[in-house]
């Protein structure tokens, strides 16, 4: 199929569905089992979109944009945003669900905003914010602990990691001489790898894991059928 050229600024994949966000503000819905992949569009930021993340569940897809929008859409009917949330004052990269709650959502605004919010995405309501002090670059929950790591950039390009809900700061990581670009997290859950622009990869042991739960979790989801699962707390 013919399609236009444009920069993919971010992707999120789930299933067979891949959702890619572009400079133009479009945001392209392909699923990779069709040879004319791209099958629909979802179309409500008006610059680049620069974050994507699906819920948990699967339900719905949130995007981030150079227009300080935060776009909620709903997969049973995503022509237009369940909810448009609009309070963040700085360009929204870092996007992250909650494991255990999967309307939960926490998002990072940039050197203008400095802020972390928490929003209830059936309500579209914010429920709290916290103003870190520098760029909110990127943002991961923990999946087994009531905390999340934030990672930033200027003036120390630290990872910091907050005790939730009260969003007490627990300890800063500090080594990146550039600001954060991303974090992945282990399939354990322990580890944080965190991606910045001094063009280095630095691995952190941030949590850690009760592999006595972990375990008996893995014996009783054993003959449960493949779905998404909730992670349990601490």
């Known amino acids: 199929m013919a399609l236009a050229v444009t920069t993919v600024r971010c992707y999120s994949v789930d299933d067979a569905l891949c959702f890619s966000g572009s400079r133009t503000g479009a945001i392209h819905n392909h699923d990779v089992r069709i040879a004319e992949h791209q099958v629909a569009t979802l179309a409500n930021h008006t610059q680049e979109v620069c974050g994507l993340k699906w819920s948990p569940d699967g339900r719905q897809l949130a995007s981030g944009g150079n227009d300080n929008l935060i776009n909620i859409w709903d997969m049973n009917s995503s022509s237009t945003p369940l909810h448009t949330l609009t309070r963040h004052q700085a360009s929204v990269k870092a996007l992250a669900w909650c494991p ?30 916290i103003d870190t002090g520098s760029q909110v670059c990127a943002v991961l929950w923990s999946k087994d602990h009531r905390e999340l790591i934030s990672g930033h950039g200027f003036t120390q390009n630290q990872l910091t990691i907050w005790k939730y809900p009260i969003m007490s700061k627990i ?39 009760d592999k006595a739960a972990k375990k008996s979790s893995a014996l009783s989801n054993r003959d449960k059928p493949n779905s998404m699962m909730r992670q349990s707390i601490r």
């Open 100 to 129: 255990w709650q999967p309307s939960l959502l926490a998002s990072g605004g940039g050197t203008a905003d400095r802020c972390i919010r928490f929003w209830n995405t059936n309500t579209g309501a914010c429920l709290n914010t």
């Open 171 to 209: 300890t800063d990581l500090t080594g990146h001489l550039s600001r954060v670009l991303c974090l992945c997290m282990s399939p354990d859950g322990s580890t944080v790898v965190s991606a910045a622009a001094d063009e280095t990869l630095r691995f952190w042991q941030c949590f850690t894991v």
